[in-house]
């Protein structure tokens, strides 16, 4: 089994501290993980459609080879610095772009969002990821607390204990959703069919 980490930050400060956290606890569990920095400049979506027809974004950069990485693993687990009481631009433009070209992979994989700020508007960013992941049939993994750790100068997360904790505990519930699912998949429960095709318009 393997999870996959995205740093939405693109600085190796506290938001990659949580997910380092959350990698060891993981690796604790026996689950293999990936954590993978998002970098700088990631483009928007152009809302061009393109990915409908070539299975992938138009825009051949990080998007598509993380989903080539996401679709031999088991697990995702998202982590965002606030900006304004919202996740970076960064980590939203990678997200749009991977969950519309995507989401057919993503499906049935659990998922979870980590949110770091100085103070304020951890809950709001945490609100936001989650959303990816409710719209494209992905389990979404809780912890003791909401998916939160606080900083401001990168490595002052490290006082931060029930952060910490909370990183600690979304893994082990991670990896323990993981093993449930192997366990349903070995006795042959496999993911349920969705429905599609149904659209309703609110102004026709």
């Known amino acids: 089994m393997k999870v996959i980490l995205l740093n939405g930050s693109p600085r190796q400060g506290n938001t990659r501290a949580a997910l380092e956290e959350c990698a060891r606890a ?62 970076n631009g960064s980590v939203i433009s990678f997200l749009d772009r991977l969950f519309y070209s995507h989401k057919r992979e993503l499906a049935h994989k659990p998922a979870a969002a980590v949110a770091v700020a100085r103070r304020a508007g951890t809950v709001a960013s945490f609100d936001v990821l989650n959303k990816y992941f409710t719209i494209s049939q992905m389990p979404v993994v809780s912890s003791t607390y909401w998916n939160d750790s606080f900083g401001a100068a990168p490595g002052q997360s490290a006082q931060d204990a029930e952060g910490l904790q909370t990183m600690r505990n979304l893994a082990r519930n991670m990896a323990w959703l993981l093993k449930c699912i192997e366990l349903g998949r070995r006795g042959g429960v496999e993911p349920p069919e969705s429905e599609s095709g ?3 318009n609110f102004i026709r």
């Open 26 to 87: 993981l690796n604790d569990c026996g689950v293999e993980t990936e954590l993978i920095d998002i970098g700088l400049d990631v483009p928007g979506c152009r809302a061009c459609g393109a990915c409908s027809k070539l299975g992938r974004c138009v825009i051949d950069d990080g998007v598509n080879a993380f989903a080539e990485k996401m679709r031999s693993a088991d697990g995702l687990i998202v982590g965002s610095p606030v900006y304004y009481a919202s996740p």
């Open 198 to 200: 149904a659209v309703t």
